[in-house]
């Protein structure tokens, strides 16, 4: 069993920089793959980016490539998102997940965290 908990969004303008954290709880965590997705009102959650148990292997959506970068810290049981030259386009309430796997596809997560909002404004 893992807990997620999203922390760090917030409002910032263009260009900004946030970074998130998820934090878990649960003594397997360091095996997990760890997922970012988000959600936009009236849009589906899509994939972000993900970060296998080592933190050797991570992938990101094309959208997010060269801005994002994926993180963990598995002595801490902490995974982060360090988001650079944010765009209004990426505001979306912002979910950390663990699988099994690391794959873009949120229906193979079996944690999910309650998420955390970002908005960056124009």
């Known amino acids: 069993q893992v807990h997620l908990v999203e922390s760090g969004g917030g409002l910032v303008q263009t260009g900004g920089s946030l970074r998130l954290s998820c934090a878990a709880s649960g003594r397997s965590f360091s095996t997990y793959a760890i997922g970012w997705f988000r959600q936009a009102p009236g849009k589906e959650r899509e994939f972000v980016a993900v970060?296998?148990?080592?933190?050797?292997?991570?992938a990101y959506a094309d959208s997010v490539k060269g801005r994002f970068t994926i993180s963990r810290d598995n002595a801490k049981n902490t995974v982060y998102l360090q988001m650079n030259s944010l765009k209004p386009e990426d505001t979306a309430l912002y979910y950390c997940a663990a699988g099994q796997r690391g794959t873009i596809f949120s229906a193979r997560y079996d944690y999910w965290g309650q998420g955390t909002q970002v908005t960056v404004s124009s």
């Open positions: 970060i296998n148990w080592s933190g050797g292997t991570t």
